[in-house]
Structures are given as C-alpha cells and as structure tokens.
C-alpha cells in the first residue's frame, strides 16, 4: 500500500489558487510533523512547508504569505493552500515526514503560466 498520495494539482495562471492534499496510510503518521516538497524540472527537491502533529507550522521564505499547510489527522489528511501563485511555483508536488522519509509517491503537478487568447477555428463541411 502506498503510504502517501497526493492529488490537487493543476494548471492554473498567475494569481490564481489550488488546493493540494495528502493522504496518508497509517494512523502512526498522525505522530510525525509532515511536509510538503516540490521539485521543478531540472532541479532538486525543496521542502516548502511543514507542520507539527499539534499543527504548528513553519514555512520556507519564498511562500510565506501566500501557502498555508493543515492538517486532518482525523482524515489521515494534510493539505497545502496555495494562493497567489506564480510561474516559478511550477513544479512537481509531494508530500513525506521529514524525520522518517517514506517512499515517495508520484506527487502532483502543478503548473502555473499565462494562457494566451487562444485562437477561433471554426469548421465547414
């Protein structure tokens, strides 16, 4: 059984919001401060944010103010609040306990760009 899944991710333009959550197996992780990472193409994997098991949270300066974690442990649940996002929050999102690593899940993508207008096609027959 995979002991974490993410989900919620996106594609979503700047200012924008998402919503990822974490689902963990496990009761025995409701002990553990959690985490969320992420890891953008071509580079390593960055912590983002964590949060104790009574909920005290601690973020890396480059989302503070815009991510808020949370957690359920009644759910097996943590979850990442993503407001005002931006290009450079593009990455690959996951989920693990920092102080006893699990095997990594597939994590969720999250991709934040500008669309442009698009462009009208219309069909004849």
């Known amino acids: 059984q995979v002991p974490l899944v993410e989900s919620g991710g996106g594609l979503v333009q700047p200012g924008e919001s998402l919503t990822l959550s974490c689902a963990y197996s496990?009761?025995?992780?409701?002990?553990?401060?959690m985490a969320w990472y992420r890891q953008a193409p071509g580079e390593q994997r960055e912590y983002v944010a964590t949060i104790t098991r009574s909920g005290l949270p601690n973020y890396k300066d480059f989302v503070k103010g815009r991510f808020t974690i949370s957690r359920d442990n009644s759910k097996n649940s943590v979850y990442l609040q993503m407001n005002s996002l931006k290009p450079e929050d593009t990455a690959v999102y996951y989920c693990n306990v920092p102080n006893n690593i699990q095997p990594w899940g597939q994590g969720t993508q999250v991709t934040v760009e500008t669309w442009g207008q698009g462009t009208q096609v219309t069909g004849s027959s």
């Open positions: 496990g009761d025995i992780f409701r002990f553990y401060t």
